[in-house]
């Protein structure tokens, strides 16, 4: 007889993997992504292409250079890319977005110890770095198929301007993807379908993206502006979605995610209104990812019978 | 059909906890007696408190239900022969646990002679009710092995006012005690109308999971007209129908305060915390005991065998186990006499399927692994789990990914992930600021870890850090 195997309880586990929950969100994301590569041009596709192979041969190479277990199997690292590559301008140089994805792996994700270590959204940063770095080409936008023949110049990159610089866009138009922007943030459609595939497969949950969108949407009734327009231009929903629900750098409880969504809205709605950057969606999640351990701390459950003790 | 008002409902619900797969293979087998083995090895260590001694030398003649062993501890349980045959020597075994302990090795005769001067005790008071429990041997046959006669000696001037009679069996696989709920109901439901009287219980609440309607409907005692319709419990078995009938009219329960509840099934349902919470919305604080809080929790299966007892004066010297799993031939419960060897239960069983990988006792969520197949069967043992080698792979630990899906599973509300990052870097101030010594132990975390970490362990070590710290 082969010799027991001798092991602590529990002796059976849940088949979720981890690698499963990113192929989720890989799902999730490619309505998205295959949309925008119809309604930007073949180059959409190249962007991507080159930030999710870069993400992965980056990850590759640390883990050969720092001598840790190869960790590209995970996926982790593809879906950092792809959602760091929905985020870029359909005609941005490649080897910007193979920067960009350099930067998010190598420096934002790898440096801090690699996955369930890094403090701040890999991809979030990466596409602030790009934005800081090269301002002109991260806000360059062409008009998507369907819009071109509107305007005679949509191959002039620099003439087009995002809805939320102007706001003569129909709610269809926004809903469908009739806007420019980046490749995978305009289809307001598909990115609510990948919520609802998410939320369908309980890989996040309902209150980081609506407690972030709701709050946009309050804070723009108050002060004027146009709720629903405010919803579906820009990458609110797409960040909502995406990244703000990523796990290692948004809070564990429905109460820490609450608070979490609700600064991400409001840091949304001050930097839209009020500041100068084209966009706010980004830098609301980073600055919000910073506040994390203490929104953690601060939300940490009572433990079952903790009040009978006292 | 039973009317759904007639049983109750859960009072509240404690959250978190996961949704397992039952896996109850051998629920619809009857269970079966297993002739006596060549040689049983009893180990004087088969309780919480202190082990007992051999009060047997070799060459003794023993007969079936002749106490081997005692200790004058008060948090100790006696231990007695399961065959009748002769005392071939004492030896050693080093337990799950991590414990060793003495243990009686006796050669049995084949006979299972009960011993003669065994006689039902006269049970009228609490007192009696004690020492026969005492003297019974009986531990809490739910896994935990918790002697019951300490439970039972409540303090006359306050006594708890529930009684729950836990019969959730919530683990994956057994069904012993859904056995013994089928088979042996109206001990069940004497053995409550015992206790009832002689501690004074105002009101008694038996708990079976949803997943069990057969047991459901087998103790409710409101069944006379209908047993069989909806669940189908087999009509023919008039006389048990007509027992239970008698018992429920009993004067014994004129005030109609044993009821029954139907009980979610969601594991884990039946650790003692979840379960009063679930049943009286009462919160057990850390560190306390069920009386605390007015209530005490019995195993089904102990509560029947308290009365059997009674009746006979046999003491625990055999146990039903559900052997399943899958590299057993034929998966079903067998009564066994305590001490056999896990390798005599299987060939009984018809042996191996497929090689076995890891062997178990009790169920796959709180089990423990045993190192070779001749270690005994124990009083407390409800399950032995034959794992093949599908069953036994080992998962591959990746890092964590902060989903929270642990916190979430977790019914005590704890963030099993924050004390885990705390443990490895060393920070017991942050593994005591997250109420690590509140975990039970339950294996829901791990269950659920979409990353396969090994945090009921790293949740056992936190506390045991604590504790060291004191």
Known sequence: MEKLSVSHSPHIQHEDS????????????????????????????????????????????????????????????????????????????????????????????????????????????????????????????????????????????????????????????????QVPGCIGETFSLLIILGALYLIARRVISLVTPLSMVATVALISFIFGEDPLYMILSGGLLFGAVFMATDYVTSPINWKGKLIFGIGCGLITFVIRHFGYLPEGVSYAILLMNLFVPFINKITTPKPFGWEAAK | MVKSEEVLRPVKDIGGGANLPHRKNTAEKESVMMPPPETVVIPMQQHIGAPCTPCVKKGDTVYVGT??????????????????????????????????????IIQSDGQMTPDPDLKPPVVETLEDLVKAARDSGLVGLGGAGF???????????????????NGAECEPYITSDYRECVENTDNILEGVYLLKKLIGFKQVIIAVENNKPKAIQALNKLVENV???????????????????????????????????????????????????TATGRKLPLGKLPSDVGCMVMNVTSVSFLNKYIKTGMPLVSKTVTVDGGAVMNAQNVIVPIGTSISDVIEFCGGYKSPARKILYG??????????????????????????????????????????????????????????????????????????????????????????RHLTQVMRMAKAELRNKK
């Open chain 1, 18 to 177: 981890s690698k499963g929950i990113m192929i989720d969100v890989i799902i999730a994301l490619l309505p998205a992504a295959i949309a925008g590569c119809i309604l930007f041009g073949w180059y959409a596709a190249l962007v991507i292409l080159t930030s999710v192979v870069t993400a992965v041969l980056a990850e590759y190479v640390c883990c050969k250079v720092m001598k840790r277990p190869n960790s590209i199997g995970d996926f982790s690292a593809a879906v950092t890319g792809l959602i760091l590559a929905l985020n870029l301008p359909p005609e941005l140089p490649l080897w910007m977005a193979a920067i960009g994805s350099i930067v998010a792996i190598v420096v934002v994700k790898m440096m801090f110890g690699g996955l369930g270590h890094n403090f701040a959204n890999p991809a979030i940063t990466a596409r602030i770095v790009l934005l800081v770095s090269f301002p002109a080409a991260m806000t360059s936008w062409i008009n998507p198929l369907g819009l071109e023949n509107a305007v005679t110049s949509a191959t002039d990159v620099n003439t087009v301007a995002t809805p939320l610089a102007n706001d003569s866009y129909t709610y269809g138009q926004l809903f469908m993807g």
């Open chain 2, 67 to 104: 106490k081997i062993g005692d200790s004058d501890k008060f948090v100790s349980a006696p231990i007695h022969s399961s065959v009748s045959g002769t005392v071939s020597g004492l030896g050693s075994l080093l337990l799950p646990s991590g414990q060793t302990t003495e243990t009686v």
């Open chain 2, 147 to 165: 002697p019951s006669h300490v439970k039972l000696n409540v303090n006359p001037d306050n006594p708890p006012d529930t009684l729950i009679i």
């Open chain 2, 227 to 277: 047993i069989g319709q909806d669940v189908g419990v087999d009509v023919s078995d008039d006389e048990k129908t007509h027992a239970l009938y008698k018992v429920a009219t009993d004067e014994r329960d004129a005030d109609n305060s044993v009821r029954l509840m139907r009980l979610k099934s969601r594991y884990p349902q039946g650790a003692e915390k979840v379960l009063i919470y």
């Open chain 2, 363 to 452: 169920g796959p969520m709180m089990g423990n692994a045993v190192v070779d197949v001749n270690m005994p069967i124990l009083k407390q043992n409800n399950a032995i789990l034959v794992l093949d080698r599908k069953q036994a792979e080992k998962r591959v630990e990746s890092p964590c990914i902060r989903c929270g899906r642990c916190a979430k599973a977790c019914p005590m509300r704890l963030q099993p992930l924050e004390i885990e990052s705390a443990l490895r870097i060393g920070n017991l101030e942050a593994v005591k600021a997250h109420y690590a010594d509140y975990c039970i132990e339950c294996g829901s975390c791990s269950y659920v870890c979409p990353s396969k």
